[in-house]
């Protein structure tokens, strides 16, 4: 009996398994390349030496450390170093600052959402507005946006450089054990939102709200949630 493939096509060009499911279900990441160190240089290995008579030659060169005697029964594998350098992640033509974008995953996938820049690590940033449809400024990858042919003119509109990845960096607080009584109560404390994040979202939505009003029905688009219907197919649309 054939062994059955572990993916296979469901449709042309659409898999019974994603990427990163492949990934996890092969544990290829057990298997990543780790670039080996350069060995720094070392200190001279050998040395010249004089030799006695006429025919020796006068001189040998002569290791400083000699081999061992010994060496393994088997080959040890060496890690080989990594050529490949860090380059950074290229954005679709199609994603532009202030082009409307809709949210594929995450707690607000369905939502439009304004493009404002890409971030050194590669991920956009983008906000709802928040006072449009509850989306602050938040970091989204772009592998899981669909990008309109909708912009929002955001030619007077300046995003500071604060906003970068260090930004939305969590701050790490220390884990408190609660008790049986504490972790089946229901009044738990909600987690609140910094004045400081609060005043940022209302600065940045202050512009962008601007170049919103003036054009018609435009706040209404990014106000509704992005759906698709029974024979719809999203790759047959144009957005």
Do not use: C
């Amino acid at each position: 009996m054939s062994h059955k493939p572990r993916n296979s096509f469901i449709a042309p060009g659409i898999t019974r398994l994603s990427r990163s499911s492949v990934f996890a279900k092969r544990a290829l990441y057990k298997k990543q390349k780790v670039a080996a160190a350069k060995p720094e240089a070392s200190a001279q290995s050998t040395k010249t030496v004089q030799v006695n008579g006429d025919k020796n030659g006068k001189e040998r060169i002569v290791a400083l450390n000699k081999a061992s005697r010994w060496y393994p029964a088997e080959d040890v594998a060496q890690p080989k170093a990594s050529r490949k350098t860090a380059k950074p992640t290229k954005i679709r033509a199609s994603i532009t600052p202030g082009t409307v974008l809709v949210l594929l995953a995450g707690r607000f996938r369905g939502k439009r959402v304004v493009f404002l820049k890409q971030l050194a690590s590669g991920l956009l940033l983008v906000t709802g507005p928040y006072k449009v449809n509850g989306v602050p400024l938040r970091r989204v990858n772009q592998a899981y946006v669909i990008a309109t042919s909708t912009k929002v003119d955001l030619s007077s509109v300046k995003v500071d450089d604060k906003f970068d990845d260090a930004y939305f960096k969590k701050e790490k607080t220390a884990k408190s054990t609660k008790t049986e009584e504490e972790f089946f109560d229901e009044k738990q404390t909600k987690k609140t939102v910094s004045e400081t994040r609060s005043a940022d979202q209302k600065v940045v939505d202050k512009e962008i709200l601007a170049a919103v009003a003036q054009v018609p029905h435009l706040r209404t688009y990014l106000n509704a949630s992005f759906t698709l219907r029974k024979g719809q197919a999203p790759h047959a649309m144009k957005f």
